[in-house]
């Protein structure tokens, strides 16, 4: 499968963004996806994942209640929606594709290109 991530850009905090994975070349309901993040200087980290049908999410401790995870299978896409942006939050933001459950970055299998975050103080 290929990804295909987009919707980054530059917000002020308090603010909301949504970021959406495209997927194509593959049957994108049988992957967990997930979403990560890299900063300047730091390792990738997990943010959230999904499950094949959508009814399972998992995120990390620093987003969860202002992030949600969601995905389309009919469309093929995966979104994240991030409200009440922190600066903290800028990074680059990758989507994966994985045959398991999405637990690390040693999970996915199939990365996007990531796509920039950057929130403002």
């Known amino acids: 499968v290929q990804l295909q991530a987009s919707g980054g850009g530059l917000v002020q905090a308090g603010e909301s963004l949504r970021i959406s994975c495209a997927a194509s070349?593959?049957?994108?309901?049988?992957?967990?996806m997930g979403w990560f993040r890299q900063a300047p200087g730091k390792e990738r980290e997990f943010v959230a994942a999904?499950?094949?049908?959508?009814?399972?999410?998992d995120y990390a401790d620093s987003v969860k209640g202002r992030f949600t995870i969601s995905r389309d299978n009919a469309a093929k896409l995966v979104y994240l929606q991030m409200n009440d942006l922190k600066p903290e939050d800028t990074a680059v933001y990758y989507c994966?594709?994985?045959?398991?459950?999405?637990?690390?970055?040693?999970?996915?299998?199939?990365w996007g290109q990531g796509t920039q975050v950057t929130v403002s103080s």
């Open positions: 999904i499950s094949r049908n959508g009814g399972t999410t």
């Open positions: 070349r593959g049957t994108f309901s049988s992957y967990f």
């Open positions: 994966g594709a994985a045959g398991l459950r999405v637990e690390s970055s040693k999970s996915v299998r199939f």
